[in-house]
């Protein structure tokens, strides 16, 4: 008998926050699909890794909000690490886009690399590579999304905050 292992992948965490920035219990997988820029299949298999992983329910429709918390916290730091690189253009990331823009004052910016943005910093990869244009209509899901790289950076002013 085969047994098969599943590991937890960039964008399973993109769609948990997706999910959670709905707030809707009624989701479906075409409308994550479409706004996230994934493919039907891809939504499928990840589901599957999150029930598997208990960051859903049983029923695939609840997100089990303190596992998120405790891996956001605790792991993603090291599970999807990300270390500043070089000056680019690009929407701005961390304690650079809000919330925590108003929180945090400082001179050095982080933003993903977009040719429309309008921000210089230093760059930051995002989670997953559709995260620029998954944010572009989701106000929350950008919130969201910036929180988690000021975790992932590891900046300790950024943690304190957030914890």
């Not at 959670?20 to 075409?30: A, E, G, P, Y």
């Not at 039907?40 to 992983?53: D, G, K, N």
């Amino acid at each position: 008998m085969k047994r098969f292992q599943y590991f937890i992948k960039p964008q399973d965490i993109l769609i948990l926050l997706k999910i959670l920035s709905t707030n809707k219990k009624d989701w479906r997988q075409v409308d994550l699909a479409e706004s996230l820029g994934l493919s039907q299949s891809e939504i499928s298999q990840s589901l599957i890794r999150l029930r598997y992983s208990r960051f859903l329910a049983d029923d695939g429709k609840m997100v089990m909000r303190s596992a998120l918390l405790d891996f956001l916290l605790y792991g993603i730091a090291y599970a999807f690490p990300q270390h500043p690189g070089s000056v680019v253009r690009g929407i701005p990331t961390a304690h650079s886009a809000p919330p925590l823009n108003n929180e945090i004052v400082s001179e050095e910016n982080f933003v993903w690399p977009s040719a429309t943005g309008e921000l210089r910093g230093h760059m930051i990869e995002p989670l997953y590579p559709t995260v620029p244009k998954a944010v572009k209509n989701d106000q929350r899901l950008y919130e969201f999304l910036a929180l988690v790289d000021a975790i992932r950076i590891g900046k300790v002013r950024e943690k304190n905050l957030l914890q």
